[in-house]
């Protein structure tokens, strides 16, 4: 398995100015048709194609929501993240799943040197600077240090990321804890719903 074709370098490095991010497109309601998403995405894999499992698809549509939030200073994206890992997730188990995740976005706001770009919460694609983020989080939860370290060092473009990987090792294990839980109570005969529930539902293909 490698990830090298997700990991692209791209150019123009920043000084430490303070991080950027940027959103792919203006908000549209979620549920729009793909053909007014207008995230200018259409070339971009599909989240539905990608190796993550259900969680990993709900940690990328917390980041999104994390990162618009900062991007526009917006409470509604917060209160938007909390209710989506609540909705899905539970109250115990939700808000800790928010906290982690939004323990990696500042994390990559502090240590990356390039602008970040992401997609709208309901976009169905993926962008290649969140995908290499999924890299880094599956890496963590694959407990292999060499990879985190590698793909954590090409997202900030620096030759290490402390903060990132301490981050996506505490999200990775909550996560991990959560999807033990899920194929224990798979394993006793319980419904799946819970697993299909963080599958987003109001994800724009296009």
Known sequence: MTWNKHLRRRGGAK??????????APDRAAGDDAAECGC??????LLADTTCD???????????FAMDGYC???VQCWDAALRTSIEVLGPVDGPPVLARTLALVLAVRSE???????????CGRISEDEME????????RRSD????H????SLVDRPDAPQLKLAARALAALLDRLAKLVASDRGRGESDAATTAMMPTNATRH
Not at 40 to 45: A, F, I, Q, S, T
Not at 150 to 153: I, K, S
């Open 150 to 153: 590698d793909f954590a060092a």
């Open 112 to 122: 990356r040197r390039r602008c970040f770009r992401f997609l709208p919460s309901h």
């Open 54 to 64: 259900p969680l990993e698809v709900l940690t990328i549509s917390l980041v999104r």
């Open 72 to 74: 526009g200073g917006r």
């Open 40 to 45: 200018g995405g259409e070339g971009l894999p």
């Open 15 to 24: 000084p430490d100015a303070g991080p950027e991010i940027a959103r792919a």
């Open 133 to 140: 983020l999924l890299a880094v989080l599956q890496a963590a």
């Open 145 to 148: 240090a060499d990879l985190l």
